[in-house]
């Protein structure tokens, strides 16, 4: 297993701007970063490939949020930008397995962290 463990979640107002944090352990081939809203299912938000660094992300955060990585550091952030009061709840990070790097499977992930806690105000 890989530990992953988030950090950087912070409350600010709608408009603000927040960047997590996703530290490993070890390398792994792919991470994912994860929104679950009170009482929601847990959402995919973005993934990137560790070594190439190709991203996805879901429609809700295009053009909102960036997901970056450095591979020798094991490290990967989410920049979120233009917060929402629907972006509030806990953001996980976790890897992804095999070969693709996708947000439409979350059952593609595993060793998720423990989450970090964003609330937006309006």
């Known amino acids: 297993q890989v530990q992953l463990m988030e950090s950087g979640g912070d409350s600010v107002q709608a408009g603000g701007s927040l960047r997590l944090t996703c530290s490993a352990s070890?390398?792994?081939?792919?991470v994912g970063w994860f929104h679950q809203a009170p009482g929601k299912e847990r959402e995919a938000v973005a993934s990137i490939y560790m070594s190439g660094g190709l991203t996805v992300y879901a429609d809700s955060v295009k053009g909102r949020f960036t997901i970056s990585r450095n591979s020798a550091q094991n490290t990967v952030w989410l920049q979120m930008d233009s917060l929402k009061p629907e972006d509030s709840g806990i953001y996980y990070c976790a890897r992804g397995r095999g070969l693709r790097c996708s947000i439409a499977e979350i059952g593609d992930y595993e060793d998720w962290g423990q989450g970090t806690q964003v609330t937006v105000s309006s």
């Open positions: 070890r390398y792994t081939y792919c």
